[in-house]
C-alpha cells in the first residue's frame, strides 16, 4: 500500500478553511487537530466545525484528539463526520471500551502517543484498534522539529503489528517534512501527518505528491 498523506489543517488559514481545504484534494485524509488548552496548552476547535469540515473537505476526517476526557468527548467527534477518530493513550480512562464504541460508530480508532509513552502497552490491543499514532513532537503546536529519538518505537510498533500479524496503521504526527519523512518511513510508518511542510509550500498539491513519493521509496 502507498503511504498515505494526511496534511494537517492547524497550520491552514482558519479564516480560509474551505479554500485551504480544496487545495489538499490529492491527499488521503485531512488531520484534524482539537485541543482543549488542558491536555495541551492550545486551543483550536469543536464539533461545530467538524461538522462543517466534514461537509466541505474533499477527503475524509482523520480527526486527532488532544483532549483530556476522551471516554466522554471522542464518540461526538465521529456523529461529527469524522472518518477516523484517534484519542490519547494518557487521556482514557477505558480505552478498549472507548476503541469499541467508536468502531461501533462505524469510525477507524486510533491511539496517540506523546513522544515519552511507551508504545509497548497497546501493543497487545491490536484486535481493537485501527491505528497507533507516535507523536514525534510534543503535542500543541505545528512547526516543531522533529524529534529523532521517537524511531524506534515506530520501529518497535512496527515489529509487533507484523508479528501479530495485524493491518494496524502507524501514523506519525510532528516534524514530517521532505527531509525527515524518508527515515520515519524505513522505521516502519505508513501514514504521514504533515502541516506547515504541506501549507508552508509554494504548491500545497505537489508538496503532497512529493512527500508520497519519497516515502514510498
Ligand atoms: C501538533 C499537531 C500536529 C501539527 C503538526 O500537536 O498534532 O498535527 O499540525 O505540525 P507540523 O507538521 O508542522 O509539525
Ligand atoms: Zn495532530
Request: hydrophobic residues 50%.
Amino acid at each position: 500500500m502507498s503511504a498515505l498523506i494526511n496534511p494537517s489543517i492547524l497550520s491552514a488559514d482558519f479564516v480560509n478553511l474551505e479554500r485551504d481545504l480544496g487545495r489538499i484534494a490529492a491527499a488521503d485524509f485531512v488531520h484534524v487537530d482539537v485541543m482543549d488548552n488542558h491536555f495541551v496548552p492550545n486551543l483550536t476547535l469543536g464539533p461545530p466545525v467538524v461538522r462543517r469540515i466534514a461537509e466541505v473537505s474533499p477527503v475524509p476526517l482523520d480527526v486527532h484528539l488532544m483532549i483530556e476526557d476522551a471516554d466522554r468527548w471522542a464518540p461526538t467527534y465521529a456523529e461529527a463526520g469524522a472518518a477516523s477518530v484517534t484519542f490519547h493513550a494518557e487521556a482514557a480512562q477505558a480505552p478498549v471500551r472507548l476503541a469499541r464504541e467508536l468502531r461501533g460508530a462505524g469510525v477507524r480508532v486510533g491511539v496517540a502517543l506523546r513522544p515519552a509513552s511507551p508504545v509497548e502497552p497497546l501493543l497487545d490491543l491490536l484486535a481493537e484498534i485501527d491505528m497507533i499514532l507516535v507523536m514525534t513532537v510534543e503535542p500543541g503546536f505545528g512547526g516543531q522539529s522533529f524529534i529523532e529519538g521517537t524511531l524506534p518505537k515506530i520501529r518497535r510498533a512496527r515489529r509487533a503489528v507484523a508479528e501479530a500479524g495485524a493491518d494496524t496503521w502507524i501514523q506519525v504526527d510532528g516534524g514530517v517534512s521532505r527531509s525527515t519523512i524518508g527515515r520515519i518511513a524505513e522505521a516502519g510508518a505508513n501514514v504521514f501527518v504533515a502541516g506547515s511542510a504541506v501549507y508552508g509550500a509554494p504548491d500545497v498539491a505537489a508538496e503532497i505528491v512529493a512527500l508520497r513519493e519519497l516515502a514510498d521509496q
